[in-house]
């Protein structure tokens, strides 16, 4: 089943410094800097190496979709929770070079459901909360804007071919959270499901890292890393975390060719 792209700042102290603003050559004024896009999460966002293709985190994709004054910074490391992401350090160290203006994007879930692993398992009305708090906070005490994202659904689906929600009680979680503390949602967990369901049984399989030795469907391949990419980009455009000349090629087909694996 094929889908449209689109269904995807004394006055006269302050004379002196403006008139030579306006005198000065284009080439000595500052530029403004890029944003940056700071993503923390899990193996379904994160940079993949040349030794994991085809498998590939949205992440990788997200760039495509978004202007050139926005940088992506990806932080998502395979394996991680809300909580061995903070307690590695990993917040600690996008806090350190966050700067005002910038975006933290953080969408965890996958590993938070770990029940046998105390590590990385937190309770979704609980410690989940306490940790996604963090993130909130850090971010905006360095003058960032957090964005949370709940986590993108896996490929299941039902003997009736209804394809079927994985995460329990963390999407709801995370919108609640949302709700409470005032912060823009991006529910990739109810987009993309949605879009699993249209795609159907056998198509989805296309978007998923399935190989002739492997049935992932948790992990994307190109076609999915950039059909999530794509949902995150309108989600931030829609939320209005990203101003529409923040965003390109939302309706536009990205080559699978774009995707690249760097040698580790």
């Not at 996604?132 to 986590?151: F, K, N, S």
């Not at 056998?202 to 190109?222: G, I, L, S, V």
């Not at 999530?228 to 536009?252: E, I, N, Q, S």
């Amino acid at each position: 089943m094929s889908l449209t792209r689109r269904q995807v700042t004394s006055a006269a102290v302050a004379a002196v410094p403006l008139a030579v603003a306006a005198t000065a050559p284009a080439s000595a004024r500052p530029s403004r800097r890029p944003r940056t896009v700071h993503i923390a999460g899990d193996s379904t966002a994160a940079q993949k190496y040349a030794g994991a293709a085809p498998e590939t985190g949205w992440g990788m994709a997200l760039p495509f979709f978004l202007g050139q004054d926005i940088v992506v910074a990806n932080h998502a490391v395979n394996g991680r929770s809300s909580k061995s992401f903070i307690d590695e350090g990993r917040l600690g160290a996008i806090l350190e070079v966050i700067r005002p203006g910038d975006l933290l994007l953080v969408q965890f879930g996958h590993n938070d459901e770990k029940t046998a692993d105390p590590t990385r398992y937190t309770e979704p009305w609980t410690t989940y909360q306490d940790c996604l708090r963090q993130y909130l906070d850090g971010a905006r005490a360095r003058g960032a804007r957090p964005v949370l994202a709940t986590p993108v659904e896996r490929r299941k689906f039902d003997a009736d071919g209804n394809a079927v929600p994985t995460h329990g009680d963390y999407p709801v979680s995370v919108r609640a959270l949302a709700a409470d503390e005032h912060v823009a949602l991006l529910d990739i967990q109810a987009l993309s499901i949605a879009l699993w369901q249209r795609l159907g049984v056998e198509e989805t399989k296309k978007y998923f890292n399935w190989t002739a030795t492997e049935q992932d469907n948790t992990h994307f391949n190109p076609p999915g890393a950039i059909a999530v990419a794509r949902l995150v980009a309108a989600g931030l455009l829609h939320r209005r975390a990203l101003a529409p000349r923040d965003v390109r090629r939302l309706d536009a087909e990205i080559p699978e060719s774009w995707i690249t694996w760097p040698t580790a």
